[in-house]
């Protein structure tokens, strides 16, 4: 059975550092690993997307990479901005109906 | 990608009424999902909603208790039935274009009192 598990389940950064959020799995069968960012008591923003075969992907202030044969991936966030401040979680593609999903990290960015 | 629309996107409820969520998504799909997040939680899948047929529930959820429609390709309902307060939590439509990327509605905040 896929488990997945973030690390640092909360983080207290302050404004303008670059921080590494960890995510762990211990299944290599993925489709893709879906980094998405939740704002208290809201839904799901979507980040990132890495495809199996796909070693990283940016987007702006944002990186994510994969290393499957170890079971991790990385966020990396530079320049963090107080409005960064929310719950990030990965989630994982594994074919089945469901995304595999980590307890998250919450980040608190102080300004 | 995908943009959804998802109603309300909080309510207060009493203990033994009943509350649809609404989902509509601004593009035709195959699946859509429906999620819970209880308190301090991760997402559990409730079931997959399909066009056509029948929803496919997880282990521990049932058709009673959360009934599902899916009259098109755009949208989908999910009812929490006969509340309790056990059933406080966010609750999430999703769907997965072309199997890959997932996205999510906005969430409804459920609290029963």
């Known amino acids: 059975k896929q488990e997945v598990t973030q690390i640092p389940a909360a983080l207290s950064v302050p404004e303008g550092e670059n921080l590494v959020l960890n995510c762990s799995f211990t299944?290599?069968?993925?489709?893709?690993l879906q980094w998405f960012r939740q704002d208290p008591g809201k839904g799901l923003t979507s980040l990132l997307l890495i495809q199996s075969s796909q070693r990283e992907q940016t987007s702006g202030r944002l990186n994510a990479s994969l290393d499957k044969s170890s079971g991790r991936s990385t966020l990396y966030i530079a320049a963090s901005q107080p409005g960064d401040s929310a719950t990030y979680l990965c989630?994982?593609?594994?074919?089945?109906?469901?995304?595999?999903f980590g307890s998250g990290t919450r980040l608190q960015v102080q300004p | 990608s995908a943009v959804i629309s998802q109603k309300p996107s909080r309510d207060i409820c009493q203990r033994g009424t009943s509350l649809t969520i609404q989902c509509q998504v601004d593009?035709?799909?195959?699946?859509m999902f429906w999620y819970r997040q209880q308190p301090g939680q991760s997402l559990t899948l409730i079931a997959t909603a399909n066009q056509g047929s029948e929803a496919t529930y997880e282990s521990g959820f049932v058709i009673d208790k959360f009934p599902i429609s899916r009259p098109n390709l755009t949208f989908s309902t999910l009812t929490v039935s006969n509340m309790s307060p056990e059933d406080s939590s966010i609750y999430l439509c999703?769907?997965?274009?072309?199997?890959?990327?997932?996205?999510f509605g906005q969430g409804t905040r459920l609290t029963v009192v």
């Open positions: 999703s769907v997965r274009l072309e199997g890959t990327e997932a996205f």
């Open positions: 299944d290599s069968a993925i489709y893709n």
């Open positions: 989630a994982l593609n594994t074919g089945r109906r469901a995304l595999t």
């Open positions: 593009s035709q799909v195959t699946m």
